[in-house]
DNA sequence: AATCATAGCAACCGCATTAGG
DNA sequence: ACCTAATGCGGTTGCTATGAT
Protein backbone atom coordinates (compact mmCIF):
# COMPACT_ATOMS: atom_id res chain seq x y z
CA UNK A 1 0.00 0.00 0.00
CA UNK A 2 1.41 3.51 -1.24
CA UNK A 3 1.63 6.30 1.47
CA UNK A 4 -0.24 9.42 0.36
CA UNK A 5 1.67 12.24 -0.07
CA UNK A 6 1.66 15.04 2.05
CA UNK A 7 4.30 17.78 3.16
CA UNK A 8 6.24 17.01 -0.01
CA UNK A 9 3.63 18.82 -2.10
CA UNK A 10 5.46 22.07 -3.50
CA UNK A 11 4.01 25.34 -2.24
CA UNK A 12 2.80 24.03 1.35
CA UNK A 13 4.52 25.71 4.28
CA UNK A 14 6.39 23.61 6.53
CA UNK A 15 7.84 25.03 10.41
CA UNK A 16 6.31 26.89 13.19
CA UNK A 17 3.04 28.37 12.79
CA UNK A 18 2.16 31.90 13.21
CA UNK A 19 -0.53 33.43 14.82
CA UNK A 20 -2.23 34.18 11.85
CA UNK A 21 -2.20 31.17 10.36
CA UNK A 22 -3.31 29.75 13.99
CA UNK A 23 -6.29 32.36 13.98
CA UNK A 24 -7.15 31.03 10.36
CA UNK A 25 -7.73 27.44 11.53
CA UNK A 26 -9.29 28.64 14.63
CA UNK A 27 -11.93 30.14 13.10
CA UNK A 28 -12.65 27.74 10.29
CA UNK A 29 -12.73 24.83 12.43
CA UNK A 30 -14.56 26.61 15.45
CA UNK A 31 -17.36 27.40 12.36
CA UNK A 32 -17.11 24.19 10.23
CA UNK A 33 -15.86 21.46 12.34
CA UNK A 34 -12.53 20.17 10.73
CA UNK A 35 -14.60 17.80 8.44
CA UNK A 36 -11.98 16.49 6.25
CA UNK A 37 -8.07 17.67 7.03
CA UNK A 38 -7.08 17.64 3.60
CA UNK A 39 -9.42 19.40 2.10
CA UNK A 40 -9.28 21.90 5.09
CA UNK A 41 -6.40 23.76 4.18
CA UNK A 42 -7.14 25.23 1.18
CA UNK A 43 -10.96 25.95 2.23
CA UNK A 44 -9.17 27.95 5.51
CA UNK A 45 -7.34 29.69 2.91
CA UNK A 46 -3.78 28.01 4.59
CA UNK A 47 -0.68 26.89 2.83
CA UNK A 48 -0.23 24.21 4.97
CA UNK A 49 -0.98 20.37 4.97
CA UNK A 50 -3.77 18.58 5.84
CA UNK A 51 -1.81 16.76 8.19
CA UNK A 52 -0.24 19.88 10.10
CA UNK A 53 -3.65 21.20 10.48
CA UNK A 54 -4.27 18.51 12.22
CA UNK A 55 -1.13 18.21 14.23
CA UNK A 56 -1.73 22.10 14.96
CA UNK A 57 -5.15 21.48 15.72
CA UNK A 58 -4.68 18.58 18.39
CA UNK A 59 -1.27 19.45 19.91
CA UNK A 60 -1.88 23.06 20.45
CA UNK A 61 -5.12 25.11 19.54
CA UNK A 62 -7.86 22.18 20.77
CA UNK A 63 -9.64 24.48 23.46
CA UNK A 64 -9.66 21.73 25.56
CA UNK A 65 -6.20 21.65 26.14
CA UNK A 66 -4.28 22.52 29.71
CA UNK A 67 -0.86 23.56 29.32
CA UNK A 68 1.65 24.85 31.43
CA UNK A 69 3.65 23.24 34.40
CA UNK A 70 3.18 19.26 34.93
CA UNK A 71 1.48 18.82 38.68
CA UNK A 72 2.87 16.37 41.03
CA UNK A 73 -0.11 13.88 40.51
CA UNK A 74 0.17 14.49 36.59
CA UNK A 75 4.12 13.03 36.96
CA UNK A 76 3.76 10.42 39.09
CA UNK A 77 0.41 9.23 36.90
CA UNK A 78 2.29 9.43 33.72
CA UNK A 79 4.95 7.78 35.53
CA UNK A 80 3.34 4.77 36.62
CA UNK A 81 1.16 4.38 33.76
CA UNK A 82 4.29 4.45 31.40
CA UNK A 83 5.75 1.36 33.86
CA UNK A 84 2.48 -0.19 33.11
CA UNK A 85 2.31 0.75 29.05
CA UNK A 86 5.67 1.69 28.51
CA UNK A 87 5.91 4.24 25.75
CA UNK A 88 2.49 4.40 24.57
CA UNK A 89 2.17 8.13 24.91
CA UNK A 90 -1.96 8.03 23.55
CA UNK A 91 -3.04 5.57 26.18
CA UNK A 92 -1.38 6.97 28.84
CA UNK A 93 -3.13 10.55 27.33
CA UNK A 94 -6.27 8.85 27.68
CA UNK A 95 -5.54 9.34 31.44
CA UNK A 96 -4.11 12.40 31.95
CA UNK A 97 -7.17 14.88 30.40
CA UNK A 98 -6.38 17.77 28.81
CA UNK A 99 -2.29 16.63 28.05
CA UNK A 100 -1.97 15.66 24.47
CA UNK A 101 0.12 12.79 24.05
CA UNK A 102 2.52 14.34 22.74
CA UNK A 103 3.17 16.65 25.43
CA UNK A 104 3.36 14.19 27.71
CA UNK A 105 5.77 12.19 25.20
CA UNK A 106 8.06 15.45 25.72
CA UNK A 107 7.48 15.64 29.50
CA UNK A 108 8.72 12.37 29.66
CA UNK A 109 11.60 12.25 27.82
CA UNK A 110 12.82 15.99 28.70
CA UNK A 111 11.88 15.31 32.37
CA UNK A 112 10.46 12.38 33.98
CA UNK A 113 13.03 10.31 31.72
CA UNK A 114 15.97 12.16 33.49
CA UNK A 115 14.65 12.59 36.65
CA UNK A 116 14.39 8.64 36.69
CA UNK A 117 18.01 7.88 35.98
CA UNK A 118 19.60 10.62 38.29
CA UNK A 119 17.68 8.45 40.68
CA UNK A 120 18.81 4.86 39.41
CA UNK A 121 15.58 4.02 38.27
CA UNK A 122 16.03 2.44 34.49
CA UNK A 123 13.08 4.68 32.53
CA UNK A 124 13.01 1.40 30.43
CA UNK A 125 12.26 -0.89 32.66
CA UNK A 126 11.26 1.16 35.66
CA UNK A 127 13.33 -0.93 38.10
CA UNK A 128 16.84 -0.01 39.92
CA UNK A 129 19.26 0.35 37.56
CA UNK A 130 21.44 -2.45 38.53
CA UNK A 131 18.71 -5.00 37.84
CA UNK A 132 18.46 -3.03 34.40
CA UNK A 133 22.18 -3.96 33.91
CA UNK A 134 22.07 -7.15 33.98
CA UNK A 135 19.89 -6.72 30.57
CA UNK A 136 21.59 -4.18 29.30
CA UNK A 137 21.54 -2.52 25.87
CA UNK A 138 19.39 -3.90 23.32
CA UNK A 139 18.20 -6.34 25.76
CA UNK A 140 16.84 -3.56 27.82
CA UNK A 141 13.11 -2.91 25.78
CA UNK A 142 12.78 -6.92 25.80
CA UNK A 143 13.38 -6.61 29.43
CA UNK A 144 10.97 -3.88 30.22
CA UNK A 145 8.15 -5.96 27.96
CA UNK A 146 9.12 -8.99 30.31
CA UNK A 147 8.64 -6.76 32.84
CA UNK A 148 5.24 -5.69 31.73
CA UNK A 149 4.12 -9.37 30.63
CA UNK A 150 4.83 -10.56 33.94
CA UNK A 151 3.01 -7.92 35.36
CA UNK A 152 -0.03 -8.43 33.67
CA UNK A 153 -0.31 -12.20 33.74
CA UNK A 154 0.18 -12.05 37.71
CA UNK A 155 -2.97 -9.87 37.07
CA UNK A 156 -4.48 -12.35 34.95
CA UNK A 157 -4.05 -14.95 36.93
CA UNK A 158 -5.36 -13.71 40.15
CA UNK A 159 -8.94 -12.51 37.89
CA UNK A 160 -9.03 -15.61 36.90
CA UNK A 161 -9.07 -17.27 39.92
CA UNK A 162 -11.78 -14.72 41.02
CA UNK A 163 -13.74 -15.75 38.13
CA UNK A 164 -13.92 -18.94 38.55
CA UNK A 165 -15.01 -18.34 42.40
CA UNK A 166 -17.81 -15.63 41.23
CA UNK A 167 -19.14 -16.73 38.05
CA UNK A 168 -20.16 -19.66 40.46
CA UNK A 169 -22.24 -17.17 43.55
CA UNK A 170 -23.33 -15.27 39.81
CA UNK A 171 -25.13 -18.21 38.56
CA UNK A 172 -26.75 -18.49 41.78
CA UNK A 173 -28.15 -15.05 42.24
CA UNK A 174 -28.85 -14.86 38.38
CA UNK A 175 -31.72 -17.12 39.08
CA UNK A 176 -32.55 -15.25 42.53
CA UNK A 177 -32.78 -12.14 41.29
CA UNK A 178 -34.33 -12.00 37.71
CA UNK A 179 -37.05 -9.30 37.64
CA UNK A 180 -35.57 -6.11 39.68
CA UNK A 181 -34.66 -3.67 37.44
CA UNK A 182 -33.68 -0.42 39.28
CA UNK A 183 -30.92 0.07 36.47
CA UNK A 184 -31.54 1.21 32.76
CA UNK A 185 -30.25 -1.95 31.23
CA UNK A 186 -31.55 -3.94 28.49
CA UNK A 187 -31.78 -7.11 29.90
CA UNK A 188 -33.44 -8.03 33.56
CA UNK A 189 -30.79 -10.33 33.79
CA UNK A 190 -28.08 -8.31 33.59
CA UNK A 191 -29.98 -5.76 35.69
CA UNK A 192 -29.60 -8.44 38.66
CA UNK A 193 -26.38 -8.84 38.25
CA UNK A 194 -25.74 -5.01 38.41
CA UNK A 195 -27.53 -4.65 41.46
CA UNK A 196 -24.81 -7.51 42.93
CA UNK A 197 -22.36 -5.78 41.83
CA UNK A 198 -23.57 -2.25 42.85
CA UNK A 199 -23.93 -3.80 45.94
CA UNK A 200 -20.53 -5.30 46.13
CA UNK A 201 -19.31 -1.90 45.31
CA UNK A 202 -21.43 0.04 48.16
CA UNK A 203 -20.45 -1.73 50.39
CA UNK A 204 -16.64 -1.90 49.93
CA UNK A 205 -16.19 2.03 49.30
CA UNK A 206 -18.26 4.93 50.96
CA UNK A 207 -21.55 5.55 49.49
CA UNK A 208 -21.66 6.82 46.46
CA UNK A 209 -24.94 7.98 44.51
CA UNK A 210 -25.97 5.57 42.66
CA UNK A 211 -27.04 6.01 39.30
CA UNK A 212 -26.42 3.81 36.40
CA UNK A 213 -26.68 3.12 32.57
CA UNK A 214 -25.62 0.96 30.49
CA UNK A 215 -23.72 0.38 27.42
CA UNK A 216 -22.25 -2.17 25.32
CA UNK A 217 -18.68 -1.30 26.81
CA UNK A 218 -16.91 -3.07 23.85
CA UNK A 219 -18.77 -1.22 21.33
CA UNK A 220 -18.05 1.66 23.10
CA UNK A 221 -14.35 0.89 23.05
CA UNK A 222 -14.15 0.75 19.18
CA UNK A 223 -15.86 3.10 18.49
CA UNK A 224 -13.57 5.32 20.98
CA UNK A 225 -16.31 6.28 22.69
CA UNK A 226 -15.05 6.97 26.22
CA UNK A 227 -17.14 7.71 29.52
CA UNK A 228 -15.44 9.48 32.36
CA UNK A 229 -17.35 8.43 35.65
CA UNK A 230 -14.32 9.88 37.09
CA UNK A 231 -15.11 13.31 36.25
CA UNK A 232 -18.86 12.95 37.61
CA UNK A 233 -17.26 11.36 41.07
CA UNK A 234 -14.88 14.41 40.94
CA UNK A 235 -17.66 16.93 40.34
CA UNK A 236 -16.79 17.47 37.27
CA UNK A 237 -19.83 17.46 34.77
CA UNK A 238 -18.79 17.10 31.45
CA UNK A 239 -17.38 14.78 29.73
CA UNK A 240 -14.27 15.68 27.74
CA UNK A 241 -12.40 13.81 25.72
CA UNK A 242 -8.56 13.66 25.46
CA UNK A 243 -9.30 14.19 21.34
CA UNK A 244 -11.17 16.86 19.88
CA UNK A 245 -14.90 15.62 18.99
CA UNK A 246 -15.78 13.44 21.35
CA UNK A 247 -18.12 15.09 23.82
CA UNK A 248 -21.35 13.20 25.97
CA UNK A 249 -24.12 14.85 26.79
CA UNK A 250 -24.98 13.30 29.96
CA UNK A 251 -23.14 12.72 33.07
CA UNK A 252 -21.78 9.30 33.65
CA UNK A 253 -22.57 7.59 36.98
CA UNK A 254 -20.20 7.67 39.61
CA UNK A 255 -20.63 3.48 39.32
CA UNK A 256 -20.36 2.81 36.03
CA UNK A 257 -22.11 -0.64 35.10
CA UNK A 258 -21.95 -1.86 31.66
CA UNK A 259 -23.30 -5.01 30.26
CA UNK A 260 -23.48 -6.65 27.05
CA UNK A 261 -24.65 -9.81 26.45
CA UNK A 262 -23.28 -12.45 24.22
CA UNK A 263 -24.19 -13.59 21.17
CA UNK A 264 -22.14 -16.24 21.06
CA UNK A 265 -21.28 -15.46 17.42
CA UNK A 266 -17.80 -14.64 17.56
CA UNK A 267 -16.19 -11.34 17.96
CA UNK A 268 -14.78 -10.23 21.18
CA UNK A 269 -16.66 -12.57 22.89
CA UNK A 270 -17.39 -15.10 20.70
CA UNK A 271 -15.77 -17.83 22.84
CA UNK A 272 -17.18 -16.81 26.25
CA UNK A 273 -19.12 -18.94 27.90
CA UNK A 274 -20.33 -16.60 30.01
CA UNK A 275 -23.75 -15.78 28.87
CA UNK A 276 -22.68 -11.72 29.31
CA UNK A 277 -19.99 -9.52 31.23
CA UNK A 278 -20.33 -6.95 33.12
CA UNK A 279 -17.97 -3.46 34.44
CA UNK A 280 -18.47 -2.62 37.75
CA UNK A 281 -16.41 0.07 38.64
CA UNK A 282 -16.30 3.03 41.46
CA UNK A 283 -14.69 5.94 41.78
CA UNK A 284 -15.33 7.71 45.21
CA UNK A 285 -13.90 10.80 46.40
CA UNK A 286 -10.28 12.00 45.61
CA UNK A 287 -7.62 14.08 46.92
CA UNK A 288 -6.32 16.41 44.48
CA UNK A 289 -2.74 18.68 45.10
CA UNK A 290 -2.56 21.48 44.23
CA UNK A 291 0.22 22.11 41.13
CA UNK A 292 3.12 22.39 42.44
CA UNK A 293 2.36 21.32 45.57
CA UNK A 294 5.18 18.88 46.64
CA UNK A 295 8.38 18.18 44.59
CA UNK A 296 10.36 15.27 43.66
CA UNK A 297 13.77 16.98 45.63
CA UNK A 298 13.51 14.70 48.35
CA UNK A 299 13.59 11.79 45.68
CA UNK A 300 16.48 13.52 43.91
CA UNK A 301 18.52 14.75 46.21
CA UNK A 302 18.21 11.61 48.42
CA UNK A 303 18.73 9.08 45.04
CA UNK A 304 17.56 6.70 47.15
CA UNK A 305 15.24 3.71 45.63
CA UNK A 306 13.78 2.90 48.97
CA UNK A 307 11.67 5.54 48.61
CA UNK A 308 11.32 5.72 45.44
CA UNK A 309 9.77 2.61 45.52
CA UNK A 310 7.68 3.29 48.69
CA UNK A 311 6.79 6.31 46.72
CA UNK A 312 5.68 4.81 43.26
CA UNK A 313 5.16 1.21 44.86
CA UNK A 314 2.85 2.32 47.82
CA UNK A 315 1.65 -0.11 50.40
CA UNK A 316 -1.65 -1.22 50.68
CA UNK A 317 -3.45 -3.89 51.04
CA UNK A 318 -6.02 -3.71 48.90
CA UNK A 319 -6.74 -6.10 46.36
CA UNK A 320 -7.76 -6.54 42.54
CA UNK A 321 -11.79 -5.86 43.19
CA UNK A 322 -14.57 -6.14 40.71
CA UNK A 323 -14.07 -5.96 37.68
CA UNK A 324 -10.44 -7.97 36.71
CA UNK A 325 -13.09 -10.71 36.06
CA UNK A 326 -15.13 -9.48 34.20
CA UNK A 327 -12.08 -8.38 31.90
CA UNK A 328 -10.76 -11.19 31.83
CA UNK A 329 -13.78 -12.36 30.37
CA UNK A 330 -13.89 -10.54 27.69
CA UNK A 331 -10.42 -11.38 27.34
CA UNK A 332 -10.59 -14.51 26.99
CA UNK A 333 -12.66 -14.17 24.65
CA UNK A 334 -10.55 -12.02 22.66
CA UNK A 335 -8.17 -14.01 21.16
CA UNK A 336 -5.23 -14.68 22.84
CA UNK A 337 -3.71 -13.34 26.00
CA UNK A 338 -0.41 -10.54 24.92
CA UNK A 339 1.96 -12.84 23.99
CA UNK A 340 4.26 -9.43 24.10
CA UNK A 341 4.00 -5.62 24.81
CA UNK A 342 3.91 -4.97 20.76
CA UNK A 343 1.18 -7.31 20.30
CA UNK A 344 -1.29 -5.06 22.08
CA UNK A 345 -1.48 -3.24 19.04
CA UNK A 346 -3.99 -5.28 17.01
CA UNK A 347 -7.59 -3.88 17.69
CA UNK A 348 -8.74 -6.26 19.99
CA UNK A 349 -5.80 -6.25 22.16
CA UNK A 350 -5.98 -2.75 22.13
CA UNK A 351 -9.62 -3.05 23.40
CA UNK A 352 -8.89 -5.46 25.77
CA UNK A 353 -6.06 -3.80 27.12
CA UNK A 354 -7.79 -0.51 27.64
CA UNK A 355 -10.68 -2.27 29.13
CA UNK A 356 -8.09 -3.62 31.73
CA UNK A 357 -6.69 -0.68 32.36
CA UNK A 358 -9.68 1.32 33.06
CA UNK A 359 -10.93 -1.98 35.21
CA UNK A 360 -7.73 -0.95 37.36
CA UNK A 361 -8.14 2.53 37.20
CA UNK A 362 -11.78 1.71 37.92
CA UNK A 363 -11.71 -0.57 41.15
CA UNK A 364 -10.72 0.89 43.54
CA UNK A 365 -12.71 0.32 46.39
CA UNK A 366 -11.41 2.31 49.40
CA UNK A 367 -8.00 2.78 49.56
CA UNK A 368 -7.69 6.11 47.84
CA UNK A 369 -5.19 8.04 48.74
CA UNK A 370 -3.05 10.08 46.63
CA UNK A 371 0.86 9.03 46.18
CA UNK A 372 1.25 12.67 46.90
CA UNK A 373 0.24 11.86 50.14
CA UNK A 374 1.24 8.75 50.72
CA UNK A 375 4.79 8.65 48.81
CA UNK A 376 5.60 12.06 49.24
CA UNK A 377 6.02 11.78 52.82
CA UNK A 378 7.12 8.02 52.34
CA UNK A 379 6.63 6.05 54.85
CA UNK A 380 3.67 6.15 56.71
CA UNK A 381 2.92 3.05 56.71
CA UNK A 382 5.95 0.41 56.54
CA UNK A 383 5.56 -0.60 52.19
CA UNK A 384 5.11 -3.81 51.28
CA UNK A 385 5.42 -7.00 52.75
CA UNK A 386 6.43 -5.04 56.10
CA UNK A 387 9.81 -4.62 55.09
CA UNK A 388 10.63 -7.90 53.71
CA UNK A 389 10.82 -7.25 50.13
CA UNK A 390 11.75 -11.18 48.75
CA UNK A 391 8.11 -11.56 48.28
CA UNK A 392 7.46 -11.09 44.89
CA UNK A 393 3.69 -11.59 44.73
CA UNK A 394 3.55 -9.24 47.17
CA UNK A 395 5.81 -6.52 45.62
CA UNK A 396 4.08 -7.35 42.26
CA UNK A 397 0.72 -6.95 43.91
CA UNK A 398 1.15 -3.53 45.65
CA UNK A 399 2.99 -1.94 42.37
CA UNK A 400 -0.89 -2.23 40.82
CA UNK A 401 -2.63 -1.55 43.47
CA UNK A 402 -0.22 1.36 43.44
CA UNK A 403 -1.20 2.19 40.29
CA UNK A 404 -4.92 1.44 40.81
CA UNK A 405 -4.91 4.38 43.66
CA UNK A 406 -2.74 6.75 42.01
CA UNK A 407 -5.20 6.89 39.30
CA UNK A 408 -8.22 6.83 40.87
CA UNK A 409 -6.78 9.53 43.18
CA UNK A 410 -5.74 11.42 40.44
CA UNK A 411 -7.59 14.75 39.16
CA UNK A 412 -6.63 14.00 35.99
CA UNK A 413 -10.34 12.38 34.87
CA UNK A 414 -9.28 9.24 33.13
CA UNK A 415 -11.93 8.12 30.86
CA UNK A 416 -13.87 5.20 32.71
CA UNK A 417 -17.10 3.70 32.28
C1' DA B 1 30.18 40.38 24.30
C1' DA B 2 30.76 36.24 21.80
C1' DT B 3 30.58 31.49 21.47
C1' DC B 4 29.25 27.01 22.64
C1' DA B 5 26.34 23.58 25.02
C1' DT B 6 22.17 22.10 26.63
C1' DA B 7 17.17 21.94 27.52
C1' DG B 8 12.62 22.27 26.08
C1' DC B 9 9.21 21.74 22.92
C1' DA B 10 6.64 22.30 18.51
C1' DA B 11 6.45 20.17 14.43
C1' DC B 12 7.57 16.73 11.11
C1' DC B 13 8.22 11.98 9.33
C1' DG B 14 6.83 7.67 8.22
C1' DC B 15 4.69 3.31 9.52
C1' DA B 16 0.37 1.08 11.02
C1' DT B 17 -4.33 0.88 11.08
C1' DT B 18 -8.98 2.04 9.80
C1' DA B 19 -12.71 3.39 6.83
C1' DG B 20 -14.99 3.63 2.72
C1' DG B 21 -15.67 2.88 -2.13
C1' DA C 1 -11.19 -8.95 -1.62
C1' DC C 2 -8.81 -5.16 -2.97
C1' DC C 3 -7.30 -0.43 -3.23
C1' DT C 4 -6.69 4.11 -1.57
C1' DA C 5 -7.40 8.05 1.39
C1' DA C 6 -7.61 9.37 5.99
C1' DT C 7 -6.22 9.09 10.47
C1' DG C 8 -3.57 7.56 14.62
C1' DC C 9 0.56 7.06 16.70
C1' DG C 10 5.45 6.91 18.23
C1' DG C 11 10.01 8.33 17.04
C1' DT C 12 12.84 11.98 15.60
C1' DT C 13 14.32 16.50 14.13
C1' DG C 14 15.27 21.16 14.37
C1' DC C 15 14.45 25.69 16.19
C1' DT C 16 14.59 28.81 20.13
C1' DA C 17 15.72 30.14 24.71
C1' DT C 18 18.76 29.89 28.36
C1' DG C 19 22.94 29.03 30.83
C1' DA C 20 27.91 28.26 31.04
C1' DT C 21 32.45 29.40 29.67
Given at each position: ?16 WTPEEDQKLL ?29 R???YL ?356
Amino acid sequence: MGRSPCCDKVGLKKGPWTPEEDQKLLAYIEEHGHGSWRALPSKAGLQRCGKSCRLRWTNYLRPDIKRGKFSLQEEQTIIQLHALLGNRWSAIATHLSKRTDNEIKNYWNTHLKKRLTKMGIDPITHKPKNDALLSSDGQSKTAANLSHMAQWESARLEAEARLVRESKLRSHSLQNQLGSSTFASSSSASTSLLNNNKQEAASTTEMVPIQSRSIDVLKAWNNGGWLKSNEVSNGVGDLESPTSTLSFSENAPPIMTTTTTNSGSGGILGENTMPMIEFVGSSSGCSVKEEGEQEWKGYESSNNLAEYKDGIMENSVNTFTCGLHELTMSMEGAATWPGSHESLRTNDHAIVEEGFINLLLNTNSGNHRSLSECGGDSNNDEGSGNGSDGDFYEDNKNYWNSILNLVNSSPSDSPMF
